[in-house]
């Protein structure tokens, strides 16, 4: 990826990439460390842009460290709710009809094949 | 009349072979549409053949044959065959109707819950973040779309497989997936041999997806290992409990990693034969159809003495 490439997304995939740098992470970041952590060639001032806008919808929350600020990601109040509805889509099995999902459940014989493919030795092409 | 009619009743299930075979030998997108507008048509003449039935049947009652201001007795087979075909296709009819509008309900219902799931969470572009121990995502359609994603999944991806993902979920947005995926289940409701034909079409969307996050992130392998991933990751999280039967031939996810492994597709003589093939069904299925519509039309018509016998 270069610079090129991300300064053309739009800057709504560049929130969610940043937000998702912040859930997978297990505490709070600075803007360096996101930047590290996206992987992509962002200059750390969009970083520190993009962090500060999620600040500003209430997105994401923020504590001094140092000279700048670490960055987490809000559990917004009504999440517990949210949880539950998630759980009853997800027992329901209705959802996978309806809603295009990244990922169906594997069958055992799935999860053979899968490992197969993606080791190494045999994956290489 | 009353064989041709059984043409679109019992071709749909010879479909589904020829419909995983376009789907080997297609590219996915022009595969999604081929299948799903062979499903909706099959699906329609099916169900022209189930109302013809009935229709004669109707006009075999002295009461209906009134109202239908029929001077003449229809002229059909014998009533051994007509009556029986009738009631039938009365039953069929309304399981039709009925499983059709429990599916509509619930997909109305899971589609609302999930809406409004999505807007609880927090929200950044289009990605709404759902805080879960399982790892899951979703493509959401809507004003504006949405992709959703547990936490679980994102901790189980790391940041380039993360932008596979959210690339596939987009591409399923921007194509419209929702719409084909609406068109197959309609179609497996109103006959239960398109319900291959279905799954066929949810696999072409994914792999349509597939192949757009591949293309977006510039990586066939990354997208492959991202898909594998998340699906290893999900598995673990649900424990090893006997789910689905194991398919023979492997699942949908096996298909998708290794169509993306195995490099893009080039374009084969026999992608275009099994579209043809497929196509054929169609217009068969349109053909007797439409000749046995006409037939029992022109019959009415001979028996409301509008027509020369």
């Not at chain 1, 140092?66 to 009853?88: F, I, K, N, W």
């Not at chain 2, 950044?124 to 121990?133: E, I, Y």
């Not at chain 2, 068109?183 to 109103?190: I, W, Y």
């Not at chain 2, 994914?206 to 997208?223: F, H, I, K, M, Q």
Request: net charge positive.
């Amino acid at each position: 990826m270069t610079d090129a490439k991300d300064a053309r997304r739009p800057a709504g995939e560049l929130e969610a990439s940043v937000l998702a740098v912040l859930w997978a992470a297990d505490g709070p970041r600075t803007p360096g460390q996101v930047q590290r952590g996206l992987g992509a060639g962002l200059a750390r001032t969009t970083v520190t842009t993009i962090l500060t806008r999620l600040h500003d919808k209430g997105i994401v929350a923020r504590r001094r460290q140092g000279r700048g600020y670490a960055y987490y990601p809000v559990q917004d109040p009504q999440g517990l709710t949210a949880r539950r509805m998630h759980s009853e889509l997800a027992r329901g099995g209705d959802r996978e009809r309806v809603l295009a999902r990244f990922v169906e459940q594997l069958s055992p014989d799935d999860e053979r094949i899968l490992r197969e493919l993606l080791d190494p030795r045999s994956g290489e092409r | 009349m009353t064989a041709l009619l059984l043409v679109p009743l019992l071709l749909p299930c010879a479909v589904p072979p020829a419909a995983r075979r376009a789907l080997a030998r297609l590219a996915p997108v022009t595969a999604l549409w081929v299948l799903t507008v062979c499903a909706l048509v099959l699906a329609a003449c099916s169900l022209a053949a189930l109302g013809t039935f009935v229709l004669v049947g109707l006009l075999k009652l002295p009461a209906c044959a009134a109202l239908g201001e029929l001077v003449h007795p229809l002229r059909t087979p014998s009533d051994l065959v007509v009556v029986p075909a009738a009631a039938v296709s009365v039953g069929a009819l309304a399981v039709c109707a009925v499983s059709l509008a429990r599916s509509a309900l619930r997909q109305a219902r899971a589609w609302r819950a999930a809406r409004s799931e999505a807007a609880r969470g927090p929200a950044a572009g289009d990605l709404c973040v759902v805080d879960s121990p399982h790892p899951d995502a979703y493509a959401l359609p809507g004003r504006p779309h949405r992709i959703v994603v547990t936490t679980a999944m994102l901790r189980s991806l790391d940041a380039a497989e993360r932008e596979a993902l959210f690339a596939h979920e987009r591409a399923h947005n921007r194509g419209g997936h929702h719409y084909f995926l609406a068109a197959a289940e309609l179609a497996a409701h109103c006959h239960p041999a398109l319900r291959p034909v279905r799954a066929a079409i949810r696999l072409a969307a994914e792999r349509a997806a597939d192949e757009a996050a591949a293309r977006a992130v510039g990586d066939r392998r990354l997208t492959a290992r991202a898909i594998a991933r998340a699906a290893l990751a999900g598995r673990a999280a649900r424990g090893n409990r006997p789910d689905v039967a194991a398919a023979a031939a492997g699942g949908p996810v096996p298909q998708r990693v290794e169509a993306l492994l195995a490099g893009p597709r080039v374009p084969r003589p026999s992608a275009v034969r099994a579209a043809a093939l497929l196509l054929a069904c169609v217009a068969v299925s349109c053909a007797a159809s439409t000749t046995g519509v006409a037939e029992v039309h022109h019959r009415v018509e001979v028996a409301q003495g509008e027509a020369p016998r």
